[in-house]
């Protein structure tokens, strides 16, 4: 146990110990850190005001003058013209259904004042007012107003010591486990006209998204058992009166009572076992259309639509079968929905039927990634004029807002006008294997000359449910920073991946680490006869599911030269019990642990590390709760048990994603350089100097 946490504190001290980085990466990096990257956009519903948020700041434009930015805050709202940045940090716009009140979280007061958190203001466009509205102690989140504008519902976390979710970094495990420091997320309501938020809550289960009734009576939401960060995967469907209006809720401090209307758990067909999210109302308010599919994490959406009536009977699919893994949708009509997915490398939006046919009047397709911060891929929308806004990049295309119909988008801000990419060129490519038909992307070396040869890094995406995509970088572990510094790297989207249905997503279940590594294989086979590719110089790299599919891969094939696993699981019996996460398990292992150790086993790469040679950089955060540290260090501890050269790397205080700037620059230095020390790549002027 004492060397354990001596281990620990001496990695997490190395981060600031390490080395002065070559010169030519610290040049990239700084050139990486100049990307402004904008975070959440709302469009009014009718069209005339988009409000969005980057560096911390507010910004509100009037779609008529999109030249026209102020920066709104609670202490410059009186100041229509005002365009310097505040100190204050707001995020979250959302509009009432008539486009009159923008309400939004901030951190500052009406002095600009720097509060302890968050509370949520509102602003109105036409007296250029502002007030807050609640005055609570937590973490509020996720704001939405009532179609009938008198009520905003929220997400609330009463004394939250962090953000809620599973990325985040988890309090110390101390305590009776299980029970005690358990912090639960509800919904909480505050009357627009007076500030009043009643006591009672909606449940004792932990709420994950929740909308409003067309009539502002009802919410339905996704929810499960505490602790939230575990369970959203068995997470149900509910619907709960909710009129705020009515004197009976107001003098109510219990409990509500809330309708289950759907258990995937429970629910035979193929809904039956996977994961349900968004939960939207008809607009009439009959039915209530979601998202159901096999998802590895909450945000990272994609499947298939369904729909129930809102009494929750006759749960169907209207989309099973399509070729694309939806990953968001809005209502547009009684019996129609705008929908964006996951399609082969690209983003398409479209509009469908509730019988699933596809409506010819609206359909598009984006390279690159696009969302409103809503969720992902997500669009923000004005019904009255069918225009939309959200921001995107892609390799070629730094993020930037855009406003205006799908085929005729304006670009809003100029954030980035000045950054050009530093890295090489990019192209999708398809091959097949094992009679799938594959996807991926290739980014060529910045200073590509065909008469060269180059080394090689395979980027694998996490999940194992998500997707590579074309995505500017910013100074964060990713694929760009590899080509930049002149090698190819080929970022697959092998079986498992969302972009080809349903079917295709579940087609790693039971079978981690062998179809989809053969996918990867095949794909890389077909670029080294293709490509000047030194198969001397070939890496592979990934985070999450990456780190695991990395230390997986070095424990199968000699083929990679150099291997950096980024929060990854070496062993899968062993993380049953120790992640924070462990109901995502079932849905694709079939099994609990304890029922089927053999499928667990021979998944894992401890079981095959006696045949690891690759030279691996381990690195992972040290309150990681979806892969936690003690997979890390038992990687490490056998790779060095035989010899192998290895080095890890614990960062404190880090969840799975890493929030700190200077850690998150840290992993993108270490990797660089360790691909680099391990199989230098050629540039211009030959080798990187060591």
């Not at 980027?459 to 995505?471: F, R």
Request: aromatic share 10%.
């Amino acid at each position: 146990m004492h060397r354990h946490l001596a281990a620990l504190l001496f990695f997490a001290g190395a981060v600031s110990a390490q080395s002065a980085p070559n010169p030519r990466i610290a040049a990239l990096i700084t050139d990486l850190a100049k990307t402004r990257t904008p975070q959440q956009v709302a469009l009014s519903p009718d069209g005339k005001l988009l409000a969005w948020t980057g560096d911390s700041n507010l910004h509100l434009i009037m779609t008529a003058a999109l030249d026209q930015d102020r920066v709104l805050s609670p202490d410059t709202a009186s100041k229509p013209g005002n365009t310097a940045t505040s100190a204050c940090k707001s995020s979250h716009p959302t509009w009432s259904a008539d486009s009159t009140q923008l309400a939004f979280l901030s951190d500052c007061d009406l002095h600009g004042a720097k509060s302890p958190q968050s509370q949520l203001w509102i602003f109105t466009p036409a007296t250029n007012g502002v007030r807050q509205l609640t005055h609570l102690t937590g973490n509020l989140d996720e704001p939405q107003f009532s179609p009938d504008g008198k009520t905003i519902a929220f997400l609330f976390v009463s004394n939250a010591t962090r953000s809620a979710g599973a990325t985040d970094a988890m309090q110390p495990a101390i305590g009776v486990i299980g029970q005690d420091n358990i912090e639960v997320q509800t919904v909480k309501t505050v009357e627009v006209a007076t500030g009043y938020v009643p006591k009672n809550n909606l449940t004792d289960l932990h709420i994950y998204e929740f909308s409003w009734s067309p009539d502002s009576s009802r919410i339905v939401y996704t929810a499960a058992p505490s602790p939230g960060e575990n369970n959203w995967w068995v997470a149900r469907l509910y619907a709960v009166g909710i009129d705020a209006s009515k004197p009976e809720f107001k003098a109510k401090e219990s409990l509500l009572e809330p309708q289950m209307l759907v258990d995937p758990n429970t629910i035979p067909g193929p809904l039956h076992g996977l994961q349900i999210t968004l939960p939207r109302f008809s607009p009439d308010g009959k039915n209530i259309a979601f998202l159901g599919g096999l998802m590895s994490d909450f945000g990272s959406n994609g499947g298939d639509l369904y729909i129930t009536s809102s009494e929750g009977k006759d749960t169907h699919p209207f989309t099973e079968g399509r070729k694309a893994s939806i990953a968001w949708f809005q209502w547009v009509g009684a019996d129609h929905v705008l929908i964006s997915e996951h399609e082969r490398g690209k983003v398409h939006v479209a509009i469908l039927g509730t019988s699933g046919h596809q409506m010819p009047f609206t359909s598009q397709n984006f390279d690159g990634t696009l969302g409103s911060g809503a969720s992902v891929l997500s669009l923000s929308v004005s019904p009255s004029t069918r225009n939309v806004a959200f921001f995107a990049s892609s390799f070629e295309k730094a993020p930037e807002v855009y406003f205006g119909s799908p085929g005729n988008l304006h670009q809003v801000t100029h954030l980035n006008d000045t950054l050009k990419p530093s890295w090489g060129k990019s192209e999708s490519i398809e091959y097949t294997n094992d009679g799938f038909n594959l996807q991926g992307f290739l980014l060529y070396p910045a200073h590509y000359d065909p008469a060269k040869k180059y080394g090689l890094i395979t980027y694998v995406h996490g999940g194992p449910s998500g997707a590579n995509a074309s995505m500017w970088p910013t100074a964060a572990f990713g694929p760009a920073p590899f080509s930049a510094l002149d090698y190819f790297v080929f970022l697959p989207n092998p079986r498992g991946s969302f972009g080809q249905g349903e079917t295709f997503t579940q087609a790693n279940r039971r079978d981690f680490g062998y179809g989809d590594l053969r996918d990867i294989l095949a794909g890389l086979d077909l670029l080294e006869k293709k490509l000047p590719i030194d198969p001397t110089r070939e890496g592979i790299t990934g985070w999450s599911y990456g780190g695991y599919m990395t230390m997986f891969a070095v424990t199968q094939t000699h083929r990679f030269h150099a291997a950096v696993a980024g929060a990854g699981v070496s062993n899968w019996l062993s993380y049953y019990g120790e992640n924070s996460i462990d109901q995502w398990m079932t849905p694709f292992f079939g099994d609990t642990v304890y029922n089927d150790p053999a499928v667990y086993a021979k998944s894992s790469p401890i079981t095959f590390v006696k045949e690891a040679r690759t030279p691996t950089l381990i690195v992972v955060g040290d309150r990681d709760g979806e892969c936690p540290a003690p997979q890390s260090f038992e990687f490490w501890h056998a790779l060095r048990a035989q010899k192998v050269p290895t080095e890890l790397v614990v960062y404190p205080n880090e969840g799975h994603h890493f929030r700190e700037e200077a850690h998150r620059v840290d992993v993108l230095t270490r990797a660089l350089n360790w691909f680099n020390t391990q199989m230098p790549a050629q540039g211009p002027t030959g080798a990187l100097a060591r």
